[in-house]
């Protein structure tokens, strides 16, 4: 697959049996992404995917990695990111990193779609967690990002709770994440795909 032109969008039921190399959040996120270079291809070094961002996408959470450093390459159009609660817009060809345990986000900063490049270092278990979201997303366990009913706010929780080392939400605070996924645990909620 190019990277010059987006993954395919499939239906929700569409999910490559080998867990292939594009991931399609539709319609929980509106974001695709095309993983570049594994985990296993770089022994663990990194974890480096092409992401297809469209237009108002919200974005995530304000959220750390605690041992990793998140780093953008706009190719196509602009993104607004937000590192240590200052926003700056970067344009194709302009890059940024959010440094281990420094707090991010991110999100289109005009009505055009953008495309960037993506790599978390060290990879730890971030394939894994995309992966997965992407599985609950297809299952329709996480209906939205951000979650707007219960439910999908318990999935996200109780994913975010399995990846502690990868990823822990700041706003809202981490605390109420934890008891969701509590809460998630006690009604007999399952992440299992």
Same mark, same amino acid.
């Given at each position: 697959m190019s990277s010059e032109s987006?993954?395919?969008? #499939?239906? /929700?039921?569409? +999910?490559?049996a080998d867990g292939g190399r594009e991931l399609d959040f539709h319609p929980g996120m509106e974001m695709r992404w095309e993983i570049t270079r594994s985990t296993a291809?770089?022994?663990?070094?990194?974890?480096?995917?092409?992401?297809?961002l469209d237009p108002g996408m919200a #974005?995530? /959470?304000?959220? +750390?990695?605690?041992?990793?450093?998140?780093?953008?390459?706009?190719?196509?159009g602009a993104l607004d990111l937000c590192v240590d609660g200052k926003w700056r817009t970067l344009r194709a060809g302009e890059s940024a990193t959010a440094p281990a345990g420094v707090p991010h986000t991110?999100?289109?900063?005009?009505?055009?779609?953008v495309r960037a490049v993506n790599i978390h270092r060290p990879a730890l278990q971030f394939e894994s967690f995309f992966?997965?979201?992407h599985a609950l997303i297809r299952q329709g366990k996480i209906k939205h990002l951000p979650p707007k009913g219960?439910?999908?706010?318990?999935?996200?929780?109780?994913?975010f709770a399995k990846y502690p080392?990868?990823?822990?939400?700041?706003?809202p605070p981490n605390g109420v994440f934890k008891a969701l996924a509590l809460v998630g645990k006690t009604l007999g909620f399952k992440l299992e795909t």
């Open positions: 987006p993954p395919p969008q #499939g239906g /929700p039921d569409v +999910v490559p291809d770089t022994g663990g070094e990194l974890f480096e995917a092409t992401n297809w #974005g995530p /959470p304000v959220h +750390v990695h605690p041992t990793a450093d998140d780093s953008f390459e706009v190719i196509e991110l999100r289109p900063a005009t009505g055009e779609p992966r997965e979201m219960p439910r999908s706010a318990i999935y996200v929780a109780m994913l080392n990868e990823i822990r939400v700041v706003k």
